[in-house]
């Protein structure tokens, strides 16, 4: 009897085992084959139109966007093991804490229940956290405005925080941003020290990819949980552009010793009005995926802040839809892993902001706590809660982010998104570039304050504000077309035709 209970508790079942043995048939020809066709097969029953899981949503349209990327995934781990840019011990790993994330459910990690229990909703996934400001290059208009010598965080608050958010929130997740993560050092420790000692996480680092020496590599490659983000504009020229002389062929060199280590790698480009035809080309997207054979590309359309925020580089609402629908047709295509922010909305249930269910928040290197990496607007600050007795829950509670949660609930999250619900269109999905009066109301009600002071001045640049409200008006104009006429009428369509 105690030996079927223990079965039934899946005591017995050895889940590292099970890791080894679907990890050893993904690195076998023919098992790899069969095993790829099969985790193909289950995708697409998986999100079918009208299935009803964690993952799946009850528009068509968005459904088979989440799809397309299931795909490109799967691809990706294939493209890596034959280009042999995967290694196998690597991949155990990853395979390990990726799938751990996925199945994760409330019902069985105790950390989401009690959670969920408290609060009517599951926790944030990850945390974005920009250690130090400092950073080795000055590109033209950089989001952070990193600097030469910068703040940080001690190593001791660094490595808290992250112990926290495992027991209070059962994060899955890190990401480091910056400026550059593995310029960090404290106590002669840096964000590798980290990866390594929480080992149970995932890791990912948004880097300039021009420091990343024979040490760093080593010490990636030993910890096989953190994947580095390289950052480029476009080819050489246009990165060399942006980022300085000589940066462009630092990144690919660092981009092939992380292949030859066997690491996972991607790149994080900034997409701009000059760029946007570049980033999508055939030589472009050969280059990095088949040449250098990286894993994943982020494209995040530039946002006017930082450094000479320059609001007529922003993609134009027409621009954003067209590179929308190209990108799409790639992806669908080419099989390529590649996400689009913020056109992709569509996958992750609109904005992920603000310590959502499934999404994150921002710490920076003072402490400050701020809903997103773009928001550069903060109403709490980590070292200050812990100096007074508090703990990382006070930051889940701040009202500021509470409100952008509850704004986030009337642009998509969580609802039956497949009605002619206006509020609900996850293609303009941000509180921020997107909806920019709401965004004003709720940091003016919450007395939000500026990181820096070019957030300030944006704030105050009565110029920028026409600019964005102006923005958001042509924005929903096209995008509401959009969502209307391809997404709710073809999904009433599609769902009919699956009767
Ligand atoms: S606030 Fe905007 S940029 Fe940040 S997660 Fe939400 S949609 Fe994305």
């Known amino acids: ?38 985790l193909e097969k289950l995708v697409i029953s998986y999100l079918k139109p009208g299935k009803k899981n964690k993952f799946s949503s009850t528009n068509t349209k968005v459904q088979h966007e989440k ?62 956290i920009s250690p130090g400001h400092e950073c080795n290059l000055h590109c033209q208009d950089c989001y952070a405005a990193s600097e030469s010598r910068g703040h940080k965080l001690s190593w001791e608050i660094l490595d808290k925080l992250i112990t926290d958010a495992k027991k209070a929130w059962g994060i899955k997740l890190i990401v ?27 890791f990912l680092a948004f880097t300039n990819g021009t420091i990343i020496n ?19 504009e476009g080819m050489e020229k246009t990165t060399d552009n ?69 609001f007529s580089l922003m993609p134009t609402p027409y621009q954003r839809l067209e590179f929308r629908k190209k990108l799409l047709d790639i992806i669908e295509k080419r099989r390529l892993f590649i996400l689009d922010f913020w056109n992709h909305g569509t996958l992750v249930n609109g904005c992920i902001a603000a310590g959502r269910s499934g999404g994150y928040l921002h710490i920076d290197w003072n402490g400050n706590v701020m809903p997103c990496v773009f928001i550069p607007y903060s109403s709490g600050n980590i070292l200050e809660i812990y100096e007074n007795g508090g703990n990382i829950t006070d930051i889940w509670e701040n ?3 509470v409100s952008i949660r509850k704004w986030q609930k009337n642009h998509g999250y969580g609802k039956e998104y497949s009605k002619s619900n206006k509020l609900g269109n996850l293609l303009i999905p941000c509180p921020y570039r ?48 959009e969502w209307n006429e391809n997404f709710l009428r073809i999904s009433n369509k599609l769902r009919n035709s699956n009767k």
Do not use: C
């Open 242 to 310: 942006r980022r300085g002389i000589g940066v462009f062929s630092k990144v690919v060199s660092s981009l092939e010793n992380l292949k030859i280590q066997g690491v996972p790698a991607g790149i994080s480009v900034t997409v701009n009005r000059n760029n946007y035809n570049e980033v999508l080309s055939d030589e472009f997207l050969d280059f990095f995926f088949i040449k250098q054979k990286i894993f994943y590309a982020f494209y995040f359309q530039y946002l006017p802040m930082g450094r000479n925020a320059d």
């Open 67 to 128: 799809k397309l990327i299931a795909l490109s995934i799967i691809n990706s781990v294939k493209r890596a093991i034959e280009g042999n840019a995967l290694s196998k011990e690597v991949s155990k790993v990853v395979l390990k804490l990726w799938a751990g994330a996925i199945i994760t459910n409330r019902a069985k990690d105790k950390i989401i229940n009690n959670f969920y229990e408290k609060n009517g909703t599951e926790p944030p996934f990850f945390l974005v």
């Open 176 to 202: 480091f941003s910056g400026g550059e993560p593995f310029l960090y050092k404290s106590n002669g420790k840096d964000i590798l020290d980290i990866a390594l000692k929480h080992n149970d996480l995932l």
């Open 399 to 401: 009202p500021y982010l």
């Open 1 to 38: 009897m105690r030996v079927l209970e223990k079965i039934k508790n899946k005591d017995l079942i050895n889940k590292d085992l099970i890791y080894s043995f679907l990890n050893n048939l993904l690195f076998n020809k023919i098992t790899r084959k069969l095993l790829i066709a099969l």
């Open 214 to 232: 024979s040490e760093i590599l080593k010490k990636i490659r030993l910890s096989k949980n953190l994947t580095p983000a390289l950052s480029v």
């Open 434 to 481: 997107d909806h920019y009066s709401d965004f004003l109301n709720i940091i003016e009600k919450n007395k939000a304050i500026p990181q820096d002071v070019s957030a300030d001045e944006l704030l105050k640049d009565l110029n920028f504000r026409k600019n964005m409200l102006e923005y958001e008006k042509e924005l929903a104009e096209i995008f509401n077309k």
